[in-house]
């Protein structure tokens, strides 16, 4: 989708705010390397905690990064007073991400009332070089009258 | 199924091997509950840096999880000097992972010439009780004359 | 889930109705073998038309088989005055459904607010063996104040 | 991608004659709009008995389209010889398909030995309106050694 708008005036600093809440973001050394309405993108440097067996970014590290930003994509057009919920997680992977980092770039491509469709890529690059390693689709909710922060309030009959 | 038979008699062995061999899978603290030809269980306690905004396991962990179990059920019954891939992870998020714990079970629901499926579900434990907070199918590939070890040398024409 | 309650008691008379309503069952000769709060199974016989260039059912007529028993597993939890919504679907071929009819049957496996996650599988049937020719797990959607009929009204604001 | 070759030069041929040779296409009214190599696009024009209760497109239906759009596009990329199998299927519905007409496009996005991954969008087409109706991932195989034709016979050992 083209020119989508944010239900959320202040939506870059309540992404961000909500992204710095997230302590597997940090312990895994993920950045938001950019952030519009309706697409986000996380970088994430390779670091060996990070690997699988053969010394690749682990699948399921991947799949993780790319959660995130699907979810902060579709979080990024909410209204207030508002928190996001993955309901369904499809992805394929299309190459080894063998590379010095990753970039999960992902955009909301249908909104619903509640529900919002989003697709999602990862590339692995190395050297300059860019491998894409990852495809998917996601499903987000848009929870409504329930706060972001950690110690949830949810407002009865909200969602 | 029932009954399935791993095409290596020293499937257990190799198996822990590889787990031991992933770094992220020792960063985050999971461990093989439960192995047999076919299926696989792994565990994994409550962090903080495991979380999301919510104080919750982060939905991507959980996926990360389920990946690894799934992997490695398949992966049980593959021959000698071999390897697994993910082709494919779909997840549906079912509840909140909430508890003090994780418990991820994947079990191979049918078996290819160098494809097989599994199904897969996550319960949160906490006190005793579990919640059912994930539940997906996967595709796993069996990549054979590819060894599992980090060097890994692909033979020509292997897959 | 075992002992799931719909929330209509009226639930059979309204799932087979809503059924008999679908053109597309009726052109594929899809009927219901078996109807019960949050699982429903469905069976086809095999004819040329529905069948691909090998000779087996369609892939996609394997997949239309199941989502409609998945959406009415769902819906005969539904309460009155709703309707039903496939959100998303993904299937597994295992095998070729090379058989004489298919049985496909779809169980809902948690009740949110909204959104009813599934699980299901298709056999294909000959000659009294059953080969497991798909597996798969849905989101359904329900759509209150919303009616399942043709001309259906949507209530401003009910979704 | 861009610029994919096709292994077999005869292709247009050759997947023009294996979807001439699906019953089922030709029993919902399916056609081939467009096809150049790892790129195919079907079309169907609604009819009511392929309709569910709320007269649009029955879901199965659209999946159906795209999953053909989806195996051919594939085809299209793989040497003499071959034919194609469904290994996975993951569609998100995101509108109703309520117009008068589907086009489905799948493209293939990452070709491996014998795994092809692709995504693909049908639009439901009213009076020149363009709805975006669903959008998806797919794994193909590739089964060399073994004819697309009816009596398939299967080389042993060939997948």
Redesign the interface.
């Known amino acids: 989708m083209t020119d989508l708008q944010s239900k959320n005036p202040d939506f870059d600093r309540v992404v961000r705010d909500?992204f710095s809440?997230?302590?597997?973001?940090?312990?895994v050394g993920a950045k938001i390397e950019d952030l519009s309405p309706g697409i986000c993108t996380l970088t994430m440097a390779r670091r060996?905690?990070?690997?699988?067996?053969?010394?690749f970014f682990?699948?399921?590290?991947v799949?993780?990064?790319l959660?995130?930003a699907a979810?902060y994509a579709a979080f990024s057009l909410y209204p207030e007073n508002s928190?996001v919920?993955?309901?369904?997680?499809?992805?394929?992977?299309?190459?080894p991400a063998n590379g010095t980092s990753l970039r999960a770039t992902a955009s909301v491509?249908?909104v619903?009332?509640?529900?919002y469709?989003l697709?999602g890529d990862v590339y692995s690059i190395s050297e300059g070089e860019e491998t894409?390693c990852m495809?998917?689709?996601f499903?987000m909710?848009c929870l409504l009258g329930m706060s972001?922060?950690?110690n949830?309030g949810r407002i009865k009959g909200a969602?």
Chains 1, 2, 3, 4 share one sequence.
């Open positions: 909500s809440r997230q302590p597997f973001m940090a312990f060996e905690e990070l690997t699988q067996q053969h010394g682990h699948g399921g590290m799949g993780s990064l959660d995130s979810g928190t919920l993955t309901v369904d997680m499809k992805v394929n992977f299309l190459n491509i249908n619903g009332d509640k529900i469709h697709k894409h495809t998917g689709v499903t909710m972001d922060a950690p949830l969602v």
